[in-house]
Protein backbone atom coordinates (compact mmCIF):
# COMPACT_ATOMS: atom_id res chain seq x y z
CA UNK A 1 0.00 0.00 0.00
CA UNK A 2 0.85 3.86 -0.56
CA UNK A 3 -0.12 7.21 -0.40
CA UNK A 4 -0.31 8.98 -3.58
CA UNK A 5 0.45 12.43 -3.83
CA UNK A 6 -2.18 14.24 -6.14
CA UNK A 7 -0.06 15.53 -8.72
CA UNK A 8 3.27 13.91 -9.07
CA UNK A 9 4.68 15.17 -12.10
CA UNK A 10 4.90 18.03 -9.52
CA UNK A 11 6.01 16.18 -6.84
CA UNK A 12 8.88 15.66 -9.17
CA UNK A 13 9.46 19.35 -10.36
CA UNK A 14 10.15 20.24 -6.60
CA UNK A 15 12.49 17.75 -6.21
CA UNK A 16 14.10 19.02 -9.25
CA UNK A 17 14.08 22.70 -8.59
CA UNK A 18 12.27 23.59 -11.05
CA UNK A 19 9.34 24.77 -8.85
CA UNK A 20 9.29 25.88 -5.53
CA UNK A 21 8.33 23.75 -2.05
CA UNK A 22 5.50 24.92 -0.14
CA UNK A 23 7.69 24.47 2.78
CA UNK A 24 11.19 24.25 3.68
CA UNK A 25 11.59 23.79 7.15
CA UNK A 26 15.23 24.61 7.92
CA UNK A 27 18.21 23.86 10.23
CA UNK A 28 17.07 20.23 11.88
CA UNK A 29 19.05 17.58 13.12
CA UNK A 30 17.26 14.93 11.09
CA UNK A 31 17.26 11.15 12.15
CA UNK A 32 17.61 9.17 9.45
CA UNK A 33 15.36 5.92 10.60
CA UNK A 34 16.79 3.99 7.79
CA UNK A 35 20.61 4.19 8.73
CA UNK A 36 20.32 5.46 12.65
CA UNK A 37 21.80 8.72 11.88
CA UNK A 38 21.41 11.96 12.78
CA UNK A 39 22.70 15.03 10.83
CA UNK A 40 21.55 18.27 10.43
CA UNK A 41 19.66 19.11 7.22
CA UNK A 42 16.99 20.99 5.48
CA UNK A 43 13.23 19.78 4.34
CA UNK A 44 11.40 20.50 1.37
CA UNK A 45 8.04 19.64 1.30
CA UNK A 46 5.21 19.92 -1.78
CA UNK A 47 2.28 19.22 -1.46
CA UNK A 48 2.39 16.79 2.02
CA UNK A 49 5.27 15.24 0.65
CA UNK A 50 9.05 15.35 1.03
CA UNK A 51 10.33 16.29 -2.34
CA UNK A 52 13.79 16.73 -0.89
CA UNK A 53 16.04 17.07 1.71
CA UNK A 54 19.11 18.82 1.38
CA UNK A 55 22.16 17.61 3.78
CA UNK A 56 26.08 16.39 3.72
CA UNK A 57 26.18 14.01 6.24
CA UNK A 58 29.44 12.51 4.80
CA UNK A 59 31.23 16.06 4.34
CA UNK A 60 31.38 16.04 0.70
CA UNK A 61 30.51 19.02 -0.25
CA UNK A 62 28.39 18.51 -3.36
CA UNK A 63 27.21 22.12 -5.11
CA UNK A 64 23.61 21.95 -4.89
CA UNK A 65 20.96 25.11 -5.49
CA UNK A 66 19.26 26.04 -2.15
CA UNK A 67 15.87 24.79 -1.26
CA UNK A 68 13.44 27.82 -2.09
CA UNK A 69 10.23 27.57 -0.95
CA UNK A 70 7.06 29.71 -0.09
CA UNK A 71 7.37 29.30 3.51
CA UNK A 72 10.21 28.96 5.78
CA UNK A 73 10.17 27.67 9.54
CA UNK A 74 13.55 27.46 11.23
CA UNK A 75 14.32 24.06 13.27
CA UNK A 76 16.56 26.11 15.50
CA UNK A 77 19.10 23.30 15.52
CA UNK A 78 16.46 20.70 16.85
CA UNK A 79 15.68 17.11 16.23
CA UNK A 80 13.20 16.20 13.60
CA UNK A 81 12.03 12.62 13.60
CA UNK A 82 8.61 10.68 11.68
CA UNK A 83 5.16 11.45 12.75
CA UNK A 84 4.39 8.77 15.40
CA UNK A 85 2.28 6.06 14.79
CA UNK A 86 0.19 4.39 17.09
CA UNK A 87 0.38 0.36 15.89
CA UNK A 88 -2.96 -0.65 17.36
CA UNK A 89 -5.31 1.17 19.48
CA UNK A 90 -9.11 1.37 20.44
CA UNK A 91 -10.10 5.24 20.22
CA UNK A 92 -13.64 4.17 21.94
CA UNK A 93 -11.17 3.35 24.44
CA UNK A 94 -10.21 7.31 25.76
CA UNK A 95 -13.91 7.71 25.88
CA UNK A 96 -13.47 10.19 23.30
CA UNK A 97 -14.96 10.79 19.75
CA UNK A 98 -12.19 10.63 16.98
CA UNK A 99 -12.11 14.34 16.42
CA UNK A 100 -11.86 15.13 19.96
CA UNK A 101 -9.36 12.23 20.46
CA UNK A 102 -7.54 14.14 17.70
CA UNK A 103 -7.32 17.19 19.34
CA UNK A 104 -5.77 15.53 22.35
CA UNK A 105 -3.29 13.28 20.66
CA UNK A 106 -1.57 15.63 17.86
CA UNK A 107 0.24 17.88 19.67
CA UNK A 108 2.08 15.06 21.81
CA UNK A 109 3.40 13.83 18.06
CA UNK A 110 1.32 11.26 17.19
CA UNK A 111 -0.29 11.59 13.47
CA UNK A 112 -1.10 7.87 12.51
CA UNK A 113 -3.27 5.75 14.35
CA UNK A 114 -3.78 1.87 13.61
CA UNK A 115 -7.75 1.64 15.13
CA UNK A 116 -9.93 -1.09 15.45
CA UNK A 117 -13.48 0.11 15.95
CA UNK A 118 -14.42 -3.28 17.65
CA UNK A 119 -16.18 -1.51 20.83
CA UNK A 120 -18.81 0.18 18.94
CA UNK A 121 -19.16 -2.65 16.41
CA UNK A 122 -20.44 -4.61 18.75
CA UNK A 123 -22.61 -2.28 20.25
CA UNK A 124 -24.01 -0.81 16.72
CA UNK A 125 -23.11 -3.07 14.08
CA UNK A 126 -21.88 -1.64 10.40
CA UNK A 127 -23.25 1.83 11.36
CA UNK A 128 -20.47 2.25 14.85
CA UNK A 129 -17.72 1.76 12.13
CA UNK A 130 -19.33 3.86 9.78
CA UNK A 131 -19.30 6.36 12.42
CA UNK A 132 -15.47 5.84 13.27
CA UNK A 133 -14.73 6.43 9.14
CA UNK A 134 -16.98 9.43 9.17
CA UNK A 135 -15.84 11.16 11.95
CA UNK A 136 -12.29 11.07 11.85
CA UNK A 137 -12.22 12.98 7.94
CA UNK A 138 -11.08 16.38 7.44
CA UNK A 139 -8.40 16.10 10.90
CA UNK A 140 -4.65 16.84 11.15
CA UNK A 141 -3.94 12.90 11.72
CA UNK A 142 -4.29 9.63 10.04
CA UNK A 143 -6.65 7.16 11.29
CA UNK A 144 -6.39 3.65 9.72
CA UNK A 145 -9.34 2.08 10.33
CA UNK A 146 -9.35 -2.14 10.75
CA UNK A 147 -12.47 -4.04 10.27
CA UNK A 148 -13.87 -5.82 13.37
CA UNK A 149 -12.86 -9.50 12.93
CA UNK A 150 -14.52 -11.02 16.15
CA UNK A 151 -18.07 -9.64 17.01
CA UNK A 152 -18.68 -10.85 19.26
CA UNK A 153 -15.18 -11.66 20.39
CA UNK A 154 -16.26 -15.38 20.58
CA UNK A 155 -19.72 -16.79 19.23
CA UNK A 156 -21.97 -18.59 21.37
CA UNK A 157 -20.48 -17.60 24.28
CA UNK A 158 -21.68 -14.25 24.77
CA UNK A 159 -24.08 -11.57 23.02
CA UNK A 160 -23.87 -8.57 21.34
CA UNK A 161 -25.13 -5.95 19.61
CA UNK A 162 -24.14 -7.45 16.09
CA UNK A 163 -22.63 -10.32 14.49
CA UNK A 164 -19.77 -10.05 11.90
CA UNK A 165 -19.38 -13.13 9.31
CA UNK A 166 -17.30 -12.67 6.45
CA UNK A 167 -20.21 -10.52 4.33
CA UNK A 168 -19.70 -7.72 6.91
CA UNK A 169 -15.69 -7.90 7.16
CA UNK A 170 -16.17 -7.83 3.16
CA UNK A 171 -18.37 -4.55 3.22
CA UNK A 172 -15.82 -2.68 5.50
CA UNK A 173 -13.06 -3.65 3.32
CA UNK A 174 -14.40 -1.05 0.56
CA UNK A 175 -14.19 2.32 2.51
CA UNK A 176 -11.20 4.36 1.57
CA UNK A 177 -9.01 4.18 5.34
CA UNK A 178 -9.89 0.55 5.62
CA UNK A 179 -6.77 -0.97 5.32
CA UNK A 180 -7.19 -4.79 6.78
CA UNK A 181 -8.90 -6.95 9.79
CA UNK A 182 -8.70 -6.04 13.06
CA UNK A 183 -7.47 -8.06 15.91
CA UNK A 184 -8.15 -11.06 15.36
CA UNK A 185 -9.51 -12.50 19.01
CA UNK A 186 -10.67 -15.94 18.03
CA UNK A 187 -7.45 -17.80 18.14
CA UNK A 188 -8.87 -21.04 19.17
CA UNK A 189 -11.14 -20.73 15.90
CA UNK A 190 -8.12 -19.90 14.06
CA UNK A 191 -5.96 -22.51 15.15
CA UNK A 192 -8.91 -24.83 14.25
CA UNK A 193 -10.25 -23.75 11.73
CA UNK A 194 -13.69 -22.75 12.57
CA UNK A 195 -15.17 -22.46 8.98
CA UNK A 196 -16.35 -18.58 10.55
CA UNK A 197 -12.96 -17.37 11.07
CA UNK A 198 -11.68 -19.12 8.05
CA UNK A 199 -14.23 -17.45 5.34
CA UNK A 200 -13.19 -13.80 7.20
CA UNK A 201 -9.76 -14.70 7.31
CA UNK A 202 -9.69 -15.51 3.20
CA UNK A 203 -11.64 -12.43 2.33
CA UNK A 204 -8.91 -10.54 3.17
CA UNK A 205 -5.94 -12.39 2.58
CA UNK A 206 -7.26 -12.19 -1.01
CA UNK A 207 -6.97 -8.56 -0.88
CA UNK A 208 -3.56 -8.98 0.20
CA UNK A 209 -4.44 -6.82 3.53
CA UNK A 210 -3.12 -6.46 6.97
CA UNK A 211 -4.10 -8.54 9.45
CA UNK A 212 -3.66 -7.81 12.94
CA UNK A 213 -3.24 -10.62 15.80
CA UNK A 214 -4.22 -11.38 18.88
CA UNK A 215 -3.01 -14.54 20.83
CA UNK A 216 -1.89 -13.97 24.18
CA UNK A 217 0.28 -16.90 25.79
CA UNK A 218 0.06 -18.69 22.51
CA UNK A 219 3.55 -20.17 21.70
CA UNK A 220 4.48 -23.83 19.99
CA UNK A 221 2.29 -25.31 17.74
CA UNK A 222 0.05 -23.07 17.96
CA UNK A 223 1.23 -19.92 17.55
CA UNK A 224 2.67 -21.69 14.30
CA UNK A 225 -0.82 -22.48 13.15
CA UNK A 226 -2.20 -18.99 14.07
CA UNK A 227 0.94 -17.31 11.84
CA UNK A 228 0.12 -19.62 9.02
CA UNK A 229 -3.73 -18.73 9.08
CA UNK A 230 -2.22 -14.88 8.35
CA UNK A 231 -2.26 -12.81 11.79
CA UNK A 232 0.92 -11.11 11.72
CA UNK A 233 1.05 -8.99 14.92
CA UNK A 234 0.42 -9.17 18.36
CA UNK A 235 -0.06 -6.85 21.09
CA UNK A 236 -1.03 -9.13 24.13
CA UNK A 237 2.73 -10.32 24.78
CA UNK A 238 2.54 -9.78 28.59
CA UNK A 239 5.79 -11.34 29.72
CA UNK A 240 9.19 -10.65 27.88
CA UNK A 241 9.77 -14.61 26.53
CA UNK A 242 6.32 -13.85 24.80
CA UNK A 243 8.13 -11.31 22.74
CA UNK A 244 10.85 -13.47 22.36
CA UNK A 245 8.92 -15.99 20.74
CA UNK A 246 6.82 -14.21 18.65
CA UNK A 247 9.68 -11.85 16.96
CA UNK A 248 11.70 -15.50 16.49
CA UNK A 249 8.66 -16.47 13.98
CA UNK A 250 8.51 -13.20 12.49
CA UNK A 251 5.27 -11.96 14.06
CA UNK A 252 5.42 -8.30 15.08
CA UNK A 253 5.11 -7.41 18.49
CA UNK A 254 3.61 -4.07 19.45
CA UNK A 255 4.71 -3.59 22.68
CA UNK A 256 1.78 -2.17 25.05
CA UNK A 257 1.29 0.55 27.77
CA UNK A 258 -1.93 1.16 28.11
CA UNK A 259 -3.96 2.70 30.99
CA UNK A 260 -4.79 -1.21 32.20
CA UNK A 261 -1.82 -3.74 30.98
CA UNK A 262 1.76 -1.77 30.84
CA UNK A 263 4.09 -4.66 29.25
CA UNK A 264 6.75 -2.50 27.71
CA UNK A 265 9.20 -2.89 30.43
CA UNK A 266 8.80 -6.62 30.50
CA UNK A 267 9.42 -6.99 26.67
CA UNK A 268 12.19 -4.24 26.26
CA UNK A 269 13.98 -5.92 29.15
CA UNK A 270 13.92 -9.33 27.64
CA UNK A 271 14.83 -8.31 24.32
CA UNK A 272 17.54 -6.36 24.46
CA UNK A 273 19.83 -8.87 23.20
CA UNK A 274 18.32 -9.53 19.87
CA UNK A 275 20.20 -7.70 17.17
CA UNK A 276 17.76 -6.86 15.07
CA UNK A 277 14.07 -4.77 16.37
CA UNK A 278 12.91 -5.02 12.86
CA UNK A 279 9.56 -6.45 14.27
CA UNK A 280 9.21 -4.50 17.21
CA UNK A 281 6.42 -1.66 16.95
CA UNK A 282 4.58 0.05 20.01
CA UNK A 283 1.49 0.85 20.99
CA UNK A 284 -1.27 2.12 23.41
CA UNK A 285 -3.96 -0.13 23.07
CA UNK A 286 -6.46 1.55 25.93
CA UNK A 287 -5.03 4.94 27.20
CA UNK A 288 -7.42 7.02 28.99
CA UNK A 289 -8.14 11.05 28.65
CA UNK A 290 -6.25 11.49 32.26
CA UNK A 291 -3.41 9.67 31.16
CA UNK A 292 -3.20 11.46 27.60
CA UNK A 293 -3.59 14.51 29.18
CA UNK A 294 -1.06 13.81 32.16
CA UNK A 295 1.95 11.90 30.68
CA UNK A 296 1.20 12.22 26.55
CA UNK A 297 0.40 9.61 23.76
CA UNK A 298 2.11 7.51 21.84
CA UNK A 299 5.91 9.90 22.74
CA UNK A 300 4.97 8.81 26.51
CA UNK A 301 5.33 5.26 25.11
CA UNK A 302 8.85 5.69 23.69
CA UNK A 303 10.01 7.69 26.77
CA UNK A 304 9.08 4.33 28.72
CA UNK A 305 11.00 2.06 26.32
CA UNK A 306 14.16 4.72 26.53
CA UNK A 307 13.94 4.58 30.31
CA UNK A 308 13.92 0.42 30.12
CA UNK A 309 17.45 0.69 28.41
CA UNK A 310 16.32 1.20 24.57
CA UNK A 311 18.44 3.59 22.63
CA UNK A 312 16.75 6.40 21.62
CA UNK A 313 16.86 5.76 17.82
CA UNK A 314 15.50 2.01 17.93
CA UNK A 315 12.35 3.29 20.21
CA UNK A 316 11.32 5.92 17.48
CA UNK A 317 12.26 3.61 14.61
CA UNK A 318 10.15 1.00 16.43
CA UNK A 319 6.96 4.02 17.12
CA UNK A 320 7.88 4.90 12.87
CA UNK A 321 9.14 2.91 10.07
CA UNK A 322 8.21 -0.43 12.00
CA UNK A 323 4.79 -0.20 12.18
CA UNK A 324 4.33 1.66 8.68
CA UNK A 325 6.35 -1.78 7.35
CA UNK A 326 3.92 -3.47 9.78
CA UNK A 327 0.49 -2.64 8.06
CA UNK A 328 2.22 -2.43 5.06
CA UNK A 329 2.42 1.38 4.04
CA UNK A 330 5.58 2.05 2.25
CA UNK A 331 6.07 5.22 2.19
CA UNK A 332 5.24 6.38 5.76
CA UNK A 333 6.90 6.58 9.38
CA UNK A 334 10.30 8.03 7.88
CA UNK A 335 11.97 11.49 6.09
CA UNK A 336 12.72 10.33 3.13
CA UNK A 337 11.77 12.17 -0.63
CA UNK A 338 8.60 10.53 -1.86
CA UNK A 339 7.79 9.99 1.74
CA UNK A 340 4.34 11.75 3.70
CA UNK A 341 5.59 15.02 5.35
CA UNK A 342 4.14 13.93 8.49
CA UNK A 343 7.33 15.52 11.01
CA UNK A 344 8.14 16.46 14.68
CA UNK A 345 10.31 18.60 16.28
CA UNK A 346 11.85 17.50 19.42
CA UNK A 347 14.57 19.39 21.78
CA UNK A 348 15.51 15.89 22.96
CA UNK A 349 15.37 12.51 21.53
CA UNK A 350 14.83 10.91 25.22
CA UNK A 351 12.59 13.54 26.73
CA UNK A 352 10.34 13.24 23.42
CA UNK A 353 8.48 16.54 24.30
CA UNK A 354 7.24 18.00 20.94
CA UNK A 355 7.82 21.55 20.39
CA UNK A 356 6.35 20.90 16.75
CA UNK A 357 4.04 18.34 15.05
CA UNK A 358 3.54 18.82 11.25
CA UNK A 359 0.88 16.53 9.81
CA UNK A 360 1.02 16.50 5.51
CA UNK A 361 3.65 18.98 5.94
CA UNK A 362 1.53 21.64 7.63
CA UNK A 363 1.79 23.07 10.96
CA UNK A 364 -1.04 21.50 13.10
CA UNK A 365 0.98 21.87 16.69
CA UNK A 366 2.96 23.74 18.40
CA UNK A 367 4.87 24.11 22.26
CA UNK A 368 1.71 21.63 23.26
CA UNK A 369 -1.15 23.91 21.43
CA UNK A 370 -3.01 22.68 18.85
CA UNK A 371 -2.59 24.87 15.67
CA UNK A 372 -5.11 23.36 13.13
CA UNK A 373 -9.34 23.62 13.49
CA UNK A 374 -11.10 20.61 14.19
CA UNK A 375 -14.51 21.88 12.91
CA UNK A 376 -17.03 20.60 15.75
CA UNK A 377 -19.56 17.94 13.49
CA UNK A 378 -22.55 16.27 14.84
CA UNK A 379 -23.35 12.80 13.71
CA UNK A 380 -26.70 10.81 14.30
CA UNK A 381 -25.33 7.56 16.01
CA UNK A 382 -24.27 10.29 18.79
CA UNK A 383 -27.45 10.39 19.99
CA UNK A 384 -28.75 6.85 19.40
CA UNK A 385 -29.91 5.64 22.81
CA UNK A 386 -27.88 1.83 22.67
CA UNK A 387 -29.75 1.11 26.55
CA UNK A 388 -32.29 -1.48 25.94
CA UNK A 389 -33.10 -3.02 29.18
CA UNK A 390 -36.54 -3.03 31.09
CA UNK A 391 -38.15 -4.50 33.30
CA UNK A 392 -35.53 -4.67 36.25
CA UNK A 393 -35.95 -5.20 39.96
CA UNK A 394 -34.05 -5.71 43.18
CA UNK A 395 -35.01 -9.43 42.91
CA UNK A 396 -33.04 -9.36 39.10
CA UNK A 397 -29.45 -8.75 41.48
CA UNK A 398 -29.89 -12.33 43.94
CA UNK A 399 -28.41 -15.75 43.10
CA UNK A 400 -31.01 -18.34 43.47
CA UNK A 401 -29.46 -21.75 44.63
CA UNK A 402 -31.38 -25.44 43.99
CA UNK A 403 -31.35 -25.70 47.80
CA UNK A 404 -33.12 -23.37 50.62
CA UNK A 405 -30.54 -23.88 53.45
CA UNK A 406 -27.07 -25.36 53.93
CA UNK A 407 -24.11 -24.84 51.79
CA UNK A 408 -23.65 -25.81 48.43
CA UNK A 409 -20.06 -25.90 46.06
CA UNK A 410 -19.98 -23.18 43.73
CA UNK A 411 -17.20 -21.95 40.82
CA UNK A 412 -15.68 -18.64 41.98
CA UNK A 413 -13.63 -16.48 39.49
CA UNK A 414 -10.72 -15.28 41.27
CA UNK A 415 -8.14 -12.59 40.02
CA UNK A 416 -4.47 -13.39 40.48
CA UNK A 417 -3.61 -10.41 41.41
CA UNK A 418 -4.80 -6.72 41.88
CA UNK A 419 -3.19 -5.37 38.76
CA UNK A 420 -3.78 -8.07 36.13
CA UNK A 421 -7.07 -8.99 34.13
CA UNK A 422 -6.11 -12.50 34.45
CA UNK A 423 -8.45 -15.55 36.52
CA UNK A 424 -9.09 -18.80 37.71
CA UNK A 425 -11.87 -20.14 38.79
CA UNK A 426 -11.43 -21.86 42.31
CA UNK A 427 -14.32 -24.59 43.83
CA UNK A 428 -15.30 -23.64 47.51
CA UNK A 429 -18.41 -24.25 49.66
CA UNK A 430 -20.63 -21.24 50.13
CA UNK A 431 -23.84 -20.82 52.41
CA UNK A 432 -27.41 -20.67 51.43
CA UNK A 433 -30.07 -19.00 53.26
CA UNK A 434 -33.36 -18.40 52.54
CA UNK A 435 -33.15 -20.29 48.83
CA UNK A 436 -30.24 -17.69 47.64
CA UNK A 437 -26.59 -17.79 47.75
CA UNK A 438 -25.23 -15.48 50.78
CA UNK A 439 -21.78 -14.26 50.58
CA UNK A 440 -21.81 -11.91 53.82
CA UNK A 441 -19.58 -13.93 55.96
CA UNK A 442 -16.44 -12.98 53.49
CA UNK A 443 -15.23 -9.50 52.14
CA UNK A 444 -13.45 -10.26 49.55
CA UNK A 445 -16.28 -12.26 47.75
CA UNK A 446 -18.57 -10.27 45.14
CA UNK A 447 -21.65 -10.93 43.25
CA UNK A 448 -21.11 -10.35 39.74
CA UNK A 449 -23.99 -10.03 36.80
CA UNK A 450 -23.76 -9.25 33.42
CA UNK A 451 -27.08 -7.98 32.03
CA UNK A 452 -27.37 -7.47 28.06
CA UNK A 453 -28.55 -4.46 26.87
CA UNK A 454 -28.82 -4.83 23.43
CA UNK A 455 -32.02 -4.89 21.15
CA UNK A 456 -33.81 -8.41 20.97
CA UNK A 457 -31.88 -10.25 24.26
CA UNK A 458 -33.14 -10.43 27.74
CA UNK A 459 -29.92 -12.55 28.86
CA UNK A 460 -28.23 -12.05 32.82
CA UNK A 461 -25.20 -14.26 33.55
CA UNK A 462 -24.36 -14.39 36.83
CA UNK A 463 -21.24 -15.55 38.92
CA UNK A 464 -19.29 -14.79 41.79
CA UNK A 465 -15.67 -13.12 42.13
CA UNK A 466 -13.00 -12.98 44.62
CA UNK A 467 -10.19 -10.05 44.59
CA UNK A 468 -12.09 -8.09 42.46
CA UNK A 469 -10.77 -4.98 45.19
CA UNK A 470 -14.22 -3.07 46.41
CA UNK A 471 -14.85 -3.66 50.24
CA UNK A 472 -18.54 -2.81 49.77
CA UNK A 473 -21.25 -1.12 47.28
CA UNK A 474 -21.42 -1.82 43.51
CA UNK A 475 -19.54 -0.98 40.72
CA UNK A 476 -21.17 -0.85 37.20
CA UNK A 477 -19.85 -0.43 33.43
CA UNK A 478 -21.03 -0.34 29.98
CA UNK A 479 -17.41 0.14 29.01
CA UNK A 480 -16.91 -3.98 29.39
CA UNK A 481 -14.63 -5.21 26.38
CA UNK A 482 -15.78 -6.44 24.33
CA UNK A 483 -19.53 -6.76 24.01
CA UNK A 484 -20.10 -4.03 26.77
CA UNK A 485 -22.62 -5.37 28.42
CA UNK A 486 -24.08 -4.16 31.97
CA UNK A 487 -21.60 -5.71 34.11
CA UNK A 488 -21.99 -4.71 37.67
CA UNK A 489 -20.33 -6.33 40.70
CA UNK A 490 -21.81 -5.68 43.73
CA UNK A 491 -21.83 -6.76 47.60
CA UNK A 492 -26.31 -6.52 47.59
CA UNK A 493 -29.04 -6.37 45.60
CA UNK A 494 -30.58 -2.81 46.02
CA UNK A 495 -27.10 -1.02 45.39
CA UNK A 496 -26.70 -3.28 42.39
CA UNK A 497 -30.39 -2.26 40.87
CA UNK A 498 -29.24 1.90 41.90
CA UNK A 499 -25.90 1.29 39.49
CA UNK A 500 -28.38 -0.72 36.81
CA UNK A 501 -31.11 2.01 37.08
CA UNK A 502 -28.38 5.10 36.78
CA UNK A 503 -26.80 3.79 33.77
CA UNK A 504 -30.05 3.11 31.87
CA UNK A 505 -31.01 6.81 32.63
CA UNK A 506 -27.31 8.08 31.29
CA UNK A 507 -27.06 6.18 28.26
CA UNK A 508 -24.56 4.27 29.64
CA UNK A 509 -21.02 5.09 31.17
CA UNK A 510 -19.65 3.80 34.66
CA UNK A 511 -20.66 4.70 38.25
CA UNK A 512 -21.12 3.28 41.97
CA UNK A 513 -23.22 3.01 44.27
CA UNK A 514 -23.17 2.94 47.79
CA UNK A 515 -25.99 2.30 51.29
CA UNK A 516 -28.57 2.61 48.30
CA UNK A 517 -26.77 5.64 46.63
CA UNK A 518 -25.38 6.52 43.65
CA UNK A 519 -22.18 8.14 44.51
CA UNK A 520 -20.59 9.02 41.38
CA UNK A 521 -20.67 8.69 37.80
CA UNK A 522 -19.54 9.22 34.80
CA UNK A 523 -21.63 9.42 31.73
CA UNK A 524 -20.77 7.81 28.30
CA UNK A 525 -24.12 8.44 25.94
CA UNK A 526 -22.13 7.71 22.91
CA UNK A 527 -22.28 4.11 22.44
CA UNK A 528 -22.45 3.78 26.26
CA UNK A 529 -18.79 4.09 25.48
CA UNK A 530 -17.86 7.43 24.79
CA UNK A 531 -18.68 11.28 25.37
CA UNK A 532 -18.42 13.99 23.48
CA UNK A 533 -16.70 16.16 25.76
CA UNK A 534 -13.32 17.26 25.59
CA UNK A 535 -10.12 15.53 26.86
CA UNK A 536 -10.10 17.83 29.63
CA UNK A 537 -13.63 17.61 30.92
CA UNK A 538 -13.67 14.04 30.67
CA UNK A 539 -10.21 13.41 32.81
CA UNK A 540 -11.73 15.82 35.17
CA UNK A 541 -14.89 13.02 35.36
CA UNK A 542 -12.60 10.27 35.39
CA UNK A 543 -10.58 11.46 38.31
CA UNK A 544 -13.87 12.05 40.30
CA UNK A 545 -14.91 8.44 39.33
CA UNK A 546 -11.81 7.17 40.32
CA UNK A 547 -11.70 8.85 43.69
CA UNK A 548 -14.90 7.52 44.36
CA UNK A 549 -14.01 3.59 43.33
CA UNK A 550 -11.35 3.94 45.79
CA UNK A 551 -13.70 5.05 48.17
CA UNK A 552 -15.25 1.61 47.84
CA UNK A 553 -11.81 -0.29 48.68
CA UNK A 554 -10.23 -0.15 44.88
CA UNK A 555 -6.98 1.26 46.32
CA UNK A 556 -4.27 -0.72 45.72
CA UNK A 557 -5.46 -1.11 42.05
CA UNK A 558 -2.84 1.07 39.75
CA UNK A 559 -5.98 2.02 37.68
CA UNK A 560 -9.48 1.23 39.48
CA UNK A 561 -11.61 2.99 36.46
CA UNK A 562 -11.26 -0.07 34.20
CA UNK A 563 -11.08 -2.87 36.72
CA UNK A 564 -14.37 -4.09 35.86
CA UNK A 565 -14.00 -3.74 31.99
CA UNK A 566 -11.58 -7.06 31.73
CA UNK A 567 -14.01 -9.03 33.77
CA UNK A 568 -16.33 -9.80 30.64
CA UNK A 569 -13.49 -10.82 28.31
CA UNK A 570 -13.82 -14.18 27.38
CA UNK A 571 -10.61 -13.84 25.48
CA UNK A 572 -8.39 -13.31 28.10
CA UNK A 573 -7.49 -16.44 30.60
CA UNK A 574 -8.66 -18.40 32.76
CA UNK A 575 -12.05 -17.65 33.65
CA UNK A 576 -14.40 -14.57 32.77
CA UNK A 577 -18.53 -13.69 32.43
CA UNK A 578 -20.81 -12.58 29.85
CA UNK A 579 -24.69 -12.37 29.62
CA UNK A 580 -24.60 -16.26 29.08
CA UNK A 581 -22.82 -17.10 32.56
CA UNK A 582 -19.82 -17.97 33.42
CA UNK A 583 -16.93 -19.02 30.67
CA UNK A 584 -14.02 -21.50 30.73
CA UNK A 585 -11.75 -19.21 28.27
CA UNK A 586 -9.32 -22.18 27.46
CA UNK A 587 -12.00 -24.60 27.03
CA UNK A 588 -14.60 -22.49 25.15
CA UNK A 589 -17.44 -23.31 27.58
CA UNK A 590 -19.95 -22.37 29.76
CA UNK A 591 -19.82 -23.79 32.92
CA UNK A 592 -21.87 -23.80 35.75
CA UNK A 593 -22.17 -21.58 38.74
CA UNK A 594 -23.24 -24.56 41.33
CA UNK A 595 -21.41 -27.84 41.10
Do not use: W
Not at 49 to 68: G, K, T, V, Y
Not at 77 to 96: C, N, R
Not at 478 to 488: E, F, G
Amino acid sequence: MKIFPKDKKALIEAAMGKRPCDLVIQNVNMLNVFTGEIYKANIGIYDGFIAHIQCDPDDLHRQENELIGKEYYDGCGKYMIPGLIDAHIHIESTMMTPRNFAQAVVPHGTTTVVTDPHEIANVCGIDGVMYMHESSEDIPMRQYILAPSCVPAVPGKENAGAIFKHKEVKQLLELKRVIGLAEVMDYPGVIHNDQRMVDILDCVEKRNLFMQGHAPFVSGRELSAYLCAGPSSDHESRIGQEARDKMRAGMYVDARESSISKNVEDIIKNIKDFRYFTYLTLCTDDREAEDILRSGHMNDVVRKAIQCGMNPIDAIRSATLNAAKEIGMNNLGAIAPGYVADLVLLDSLEEMSPCAVFFEGKLVAENKELKAEILHKSFELENKNTMFVENISVDDFKIKAPIQEGKIKTRIIQYQELNFSTTDFVIEELPVKNGYLDISHDPTLKFVIVINRHKGYETKGYGIVRNFGTHTGAVGSTVSHDCHNLTIVYDISKNAYMVAKDLIELGGGINCAKDEKIIEHLPLPIGGLMSNKSCYVIAQEATKMKKALKDLGLTEIENPLLRIATLALPVIPNAKMSDLGMVDVLKQEIVDLFI
